[in-house]
């Protein structure tokens, strides 16, 4: 079969460049295959992460192309081979080598949300047509595509003030647990900065998972925080009307 | 003592080798048991092999089949080893996984449904009863996530990417381990008063596996080389299904919830070959079974275009399949562009699980040597000769959670213990050496080789003249291994990292071997051609492997007899 050329970043944050490969394409490969071939067979010392090489995992990401994926995902038959295919580290985290970034802001992140609370004395039942859409959320295996690509990040560098897509998919996964029983309206507003997302999508459009994060993650947990500060007249009508939970 | 300038250092309690669910199980008992605990691992966190379970977790709640119990948990687990399981396991994790799993829900997870709000459960490969608890197929998903962010609240001090290279002893207890930053390749000394292996399997001695980079058998490896037992190193799980093409997924895995939810099992000419080979429990019969079926099938020329046999689902509706199985209809569309919903799948077996490992204590997981604790994939004796679809999940949690009360409860009564700058300095010198060799092989290569010695000489069907020259085989790979060259620098360099594990996968290759050799029979995951039936004597025996010296000794220990009581359980006739 044919050959593709990859051109891959190589280097750390202060040095580096891009530097091209000739690698056989075999039937069904992905970009990781093409990865892992320049390993074995050109550079030994390639940076990648990945592990399941499966799309389960969230570690191999990258931007092919100029796109943020997965690059266990990613079928090099679904690329042009007439030039050569670019493969970038995501471009809003500090590179450490070659492929691999430091993504350890987004450790931070997690570490700011209040864990799931029960209600006191509950029975532990609840209904899958109640769990549905927190399952939904559930699924995000942490590539951090999204918060790749928000421009809330990669843009304006809002890192202190922002909590970025993937973590309000994971306030949405508590705050809408059928047995949860805490706000994360405050931190929300004030410490993950949900204000700043103008609802471009963008993270939506990258998710290998499919979750819709922004129609159905962000958008009622903005209802909720604009409930809860901002129109308390709001919150009570849905209080009454059994909608989901605002406080 | 030491020149602990020299190093990075850090002092726990409690030391975690692996963040998968055993160890992050570990890390939550010994945190709330007041231990100050460390977990080490080589991937990002949340990142470890459980993620990629998917069809379930195993635990006797009786939700959805009301009769089931410990006790039958207990007898399938026996059974499906063949019973040279360590029984006192086996009987612990029939009776504490259902507390296990609720405690996990307690914790945030969200498992499917009854439609009465209980946790729904489906049926799995040797199970008498439905007893899967699960997440659609991204069971393992779900599990890692709700443990990592219990012991995130907990406040565990996670050294993400950091890998472990020997563990350091005093006198012959475990006081530490000595690792390196895979980011910047600086070495660091981590003390501890005691250490729990949940390092996982070793997959990637194989070429075709299911397994991710990270399952080299480091913890197996790491105990033997400090002194300690490994057990039942010949069974090796080989799972019925993984995918045949293309080539780059060769060895994902296929889950076994798709036979769970009715799919069956064809060759080329049609034949649902199951009911040649277990007529009674046909598609959910026992991995070691199914996949010996496959693999005669392929062999007496009736497989796929590709080597493999077929699997179909899709006689169920789409939308239940896209709903059961997401994860599995989207691998299949993206990397193979097969449509579940419409066609089957081609599968074959591929290399999957470690029934083998580090010899512990039933109650207390400890290993031994003092100090040194194991659990899950890691440890052996639960599963015997071959496990179950859905007991390894159980596994992690029920001791897991053993391995953290008891690694602080040694850790809370034992003193601190010396570190020998000796052991330091060799783990060190023998790290560095291949930057300094002038030439000397790839590792990638070294790597191949043995994947293909284990795959044709040590796979799913083995014989005397295979294993005899297997040993040579390797014998020759540790020479090579001994002379590898790395290019590049100590920064993030994967051909050096896996230099590194090429020992360790050496080592457990080795113990694979021997133990396989030895065992003159067949029983469970361990099928001789030249020894087909399952052999008497051998049924009351498990082999032990441990270092003497340079040389790898293989001994063997009589398999613990059961009380009577459970004995009965298991008999036969039921
Ligand atoms: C695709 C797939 C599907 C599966 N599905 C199921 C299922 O449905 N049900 C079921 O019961 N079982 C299933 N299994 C098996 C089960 O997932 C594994 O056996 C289990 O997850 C192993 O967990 P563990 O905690 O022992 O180790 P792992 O999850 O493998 O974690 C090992 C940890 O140790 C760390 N580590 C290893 N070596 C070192 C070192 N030298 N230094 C530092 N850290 C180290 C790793 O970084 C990692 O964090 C499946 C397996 C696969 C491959
Ligand atoms: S929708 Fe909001 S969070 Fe998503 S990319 Fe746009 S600004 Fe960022
Ligand atoms: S929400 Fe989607 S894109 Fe974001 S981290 Fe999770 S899986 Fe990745
Ligand atoms: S390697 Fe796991 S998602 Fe790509």
Redesign the pocket.
């Known amino acids: 079969m044919a050959d593709a050329i990859l051109e891959v970043f190589r280097g750390n944050q202060e040095v580096g460049g891009a530097k091209q490969y000739t690698v056989p394409i075999t039937p069904g490969m992905v970009v990781l295959d093409a990865l892992h071939y320049i390993q074995a067979h050109l550079e030994p010392d390639l940076a990648v992460r990945w592990n ?1 090489k ?1 799309g389960k995992c969230g570690s191999c990401s990258a931007e092919v192309n100029g796109k943020p994926r997965l690059t266990c995902k990613t079928r090099m038959d679904a690329l042009p081979t007439d030039k050569p295919i670019t493969v970038y580290p995501m471009k809003s985290f500090p590179v450490i080598k070659d492929l691999v970034t430091d993504v350890s802001w987004n450790y931070r992140v997690n570490r700011k949300i209040p864990p799931f609370t029960p209600k006191p004395g509950t029975d532990w039942k609840m209904y899958q047509e109640d769990m549905d859409r927190v399952q939904e959320f559930r699924k995000c295996i942490e590539c951090f595509l999204c918060q790749n690509v928000c421009h809330v990040v990669r843009d304006h560098h809002k890192k202190e003030e922002f909590g970025g897509p993937r973590f309000f998919v994971r306030v949405a996964s508590l705050e809408m647990h059928p047995l949860d029983n805490v706000s994360r309206a405050k931190l929300l507003k004030d410490e993950l900065g949900i204000g700043y997302c103008n609802i471009t999508k963008c993270c939506t459009e990258v998710c290998p998972e499919e979750i819709k994060i922004t129609d159905n993650a962000i958008i009622p947990l903005k209802e909720r925080v604009v409930d809860e500060f901002y129109d308390p007249i709001m919150k009570l009508v849905r209080k009454i009307r059994g909608a989901p939970k605002a406080g | 003592m030491t020149n602990q300038t020299k190093y990075e250092t850090h002092e726990h309690d409690v030391l975690i ?8 199980r570990a890390a939550i008992e010994a945190l709330a048991a007041g231990a100050r605990v460390a977990v ?4 990002l966190l949340g ?12 635990a006797a709640m009786a939700n959805v089949d009301k009769a089931d119990s410990w006790k039958t948990h207990f007898r399938d687990t026996m059974r499906g080893g063949k019973l040279v399981n360590n029984w006192r396991m086996a009987q612990l994790h029939a009776q504490e996984s259902p507390e296990r799993v609720r405690e996990l829900e307690q914790w945030g997870a969200l498992f499917d449904r009854t439609s009465d709000g209980d946790i729904l459960q489906r049926a799995f490969g040797g199970h008498t009863f439905k007893r ?1 608890c ?1 997440v659609g197929d991204r ?2 998903l779900e599990m ?1 996530r709700t443990l990592q962010d219990r012991g995130v609240q907990l406040g565990i001090d996670v050294f993400m990417e ?4 020997r563990l350091l002893t005093d006198g012959n207890r475990v006081v530490g381990a000595f ?1 390196y930053w895979r980011e910047q390749g600086r070495f660091v000394v981590l003390k501890a008063k005691a250490v729990v292996m ?4 070793i ?1 990637k001695a194989w070429p075709v596996t ?3 980079w ?3 058998g ?2 197996m490896a ?1 105990a033997y080389e400090a002194g300690a037992d490994l057990l039942d190193m010949e069974f090796v799980q080989f799972h019925p299904t993984g995918m045949v093409w293309p080539p780059g997924v060769q060895g ?2 296929v ?3 798709v036979r769970g939810e009715g799919g069956i099992l064809r060759n080329k000419l049609g034949e649902r070959f199951m009911e040649k080979y277990d007529p009674k429990r046909m598609e959910l019969s026992t991995r070691d079974l199914v996949a010996r079926s496959i693999y005669t099938e392929v062999k007496e020329g009736r497989g796929s275009e590709h080597g493999g046999a077929f699997l179909d689902i899709s006689h169920k509706p789409p939308e239940y399949v896209k709903q059961k199985l997401p994860s599995m209809y989207h691998q299949f569309k993206e990397l193979a562009d097969v449509d579940i919903t419409k066609g089957p799948m081609e599968v074959g077996p591929t290399c ?2 470690m029934m083998g490992g580090i010899r512990v204590d039933a109650e207390t997981t400890a290993a031994s040597l003092p100090g040194l604790f194991a ?4 440890a052996a004796g639960l599963h015997g000769a071959n496990r179950l ?8 949690v029920v001791f ?1 959670r053993r391995a953290g009360l008891e690694a602080s409860a040694f850790a809370a009564k034992s003193p601190a213990g010396g570190i020998d700058s000796g052991q330091i300095a060799e783990a060190e010198h023998d790290m560095l050496a291949p930057f300094e060799r002038g030439d000397g092989e790839n590792p990638y290569t070294v790597h191949r080789d043995l994947q293909n010695v284990m795959q044709n000489l040590v796979g799913i069907f083995r014989t005397e003249e295979d294993l005899t020259t297997a040993l040579a085989e390797l014998e020759k790979l540790k020479q090579r291994a001994t002379r590898l060259r790395v290019e590049g620098s100590r920064l993030f360099n994967p051909g050096w990292h896996l230099a590194r594990d090429l020992k ?1 996968m050496l080592i457990v290759s080795e113990a694979v071997a021997r133990s396989a050799l030895a065992r003159k029979e067949s029983r469970g995951a361990h099928s001789r051609i030249d020894c087909p039936n399952p052999d008497e004597q051998w049924g009351k025996q498990n082999n032990v492997i441990s270092r003497e010296g340079d040389r790898m000794k293989l001994r063997q220990i009589p398999v613990k007899e059961m009380p009577d009581e459970l004995r009965e359980l298991v008999a036969d006739d039921k």
């Open positions: 399941c499966a | 080798i692996g963040a998968g669910g055993a160890g992050l080490v691992s080589k991937s990142k470890a092999h459980t993620v990629m379970a998917e069809g379930g977790i195993a899967l699960h069971t393992g890692i950091c890998t472990v290279i690792g949940a390092t996982g399997g997959g299911s397994n991710s990270e399952c080299t480091d913890g790491l994902l895995l889950t076994e919830a999957h699980y659990a899950g994939e890691s679809g859905g007991n390894s999940l159980s596994d992690l897991g360790c």
